[in-house]
T-cell receptor, first 118, second 113 residues
Framework: GAVVSQHPSRVICKSGTSVKIECRSL??????MFWYRQFPKQSLMLMAT?????????EQGVEKDKFLINHASLTLSTLTVTSAHPEDSSFYIC??????????????FGPGTRLTVL | RKEVEQDPGPFNVPEGATVAFNCTYS??????FFWYRQDCRKEPKLLMS???SGNEDGRFTAQLNRASQCISLLIRDSKLSDSATYLC??????????????FGGGTRLMVKP
């Protein structure tokens, strides 16, 4: 149980385009999902916390108008990187909490999406 | 100062060796602690939680010292498959979800035959 999927796993796009990344909890309901970014040889940095039915909470330094987050259902959160630029190239990882599960405090991570902006 | 600090390594050890990693955290109000393992170009996976009383899972032992704000991970009888980056993770509970994980930079382990 507690499986989180992400789609796409890899995307290459041109500068200026928008890219949507989906994060799904497959076998549990996730009222809260988290979006992280990881640059090469660096650790994961939390970008935002996505709450079902309400606005996302962004970490300091993360532009909410550039990284649009929608958490419309209990099993799906999307991150849209708008007007992507080469410096947005990174590994984007989502995670979700299963609040009803035995490990309610544990975050389960998706496999990540590798974004390359040319 | 980083919130969670780790020696980036790499730690190069032979198979069968015992290796220990340490991690320090800056927020004394941190609530829970974890070690995650991350393989190259993959997502992090929970290795074990870290309790004040210490905990052991097979060849892996984790300990927490709140006084020194230090977390450790000991791996005995290293296997080639243990080669990965080990992430020290602290839950500060700061955000609205009460579950903000702060990741250390990771310690890279390479186990050689």
């Amino acid at each position: 149980g507690a499986v989180v999927s992400q789609h796409p796993s890899r995307v290459i796009c041109k500068s200026g385009t928008s890219v949507k990344i989906e994060c799904r909890s497959l076998d549990f309901q996730a009222t809260t999902m988290f979006w992280y970014r990881q640059f090469p040889k660096q650790s994961l940095m939390l970008m935002a916390t996505s709450n079902e039915g309400s606005k996302a909470t962004y970490e300091q330094g993360v532009e909410k108008d550039k990284f649009l987050i929608n958490h419309a259902s209990l099993t799906l959160s999307t991150l849209t990187v708008t007007s992507a630029h080469p410096e947005d190239s990174s590994f984007y990882i989502c995670s979700a909490r299963d609040r009803e599960g035995p490990s309610y405090n544990e975050q389960f991570f998706g496999p990540g999406t590798r974004l390359t902006v040319l | 100062r980083k919130e969670v600090e780790q020696d980036p390594g790499p730690f190069n050890v032979p198979e069968g060796a015992t290796v220990a990693f340490n991690c320090t955290y800056s927020n004394s109000a941190s609530q829970s602690f974890f070690w995650y393992r991350q393989d190259c170009r993959k997502e992090p996976k929970l290795l074990m939680s870290v309790y004040s009383s210490g905990n052991e899972d097979g060849r892996f032992t984790a300990q927490l010292n709140r006084a020194s704000q230090c977390i450790s991970l000991l791996i005995r009888d290293s296997k080639l498959s243990d080669s990965a980056t080990y992430l020290c993770v602290v839950n500060n509970g700061r955000n609205n979800a009460g579950n903000m994980l702060t990741f250390g930079g990771g310690t890279r382990l390479m186990v050689k035959p």
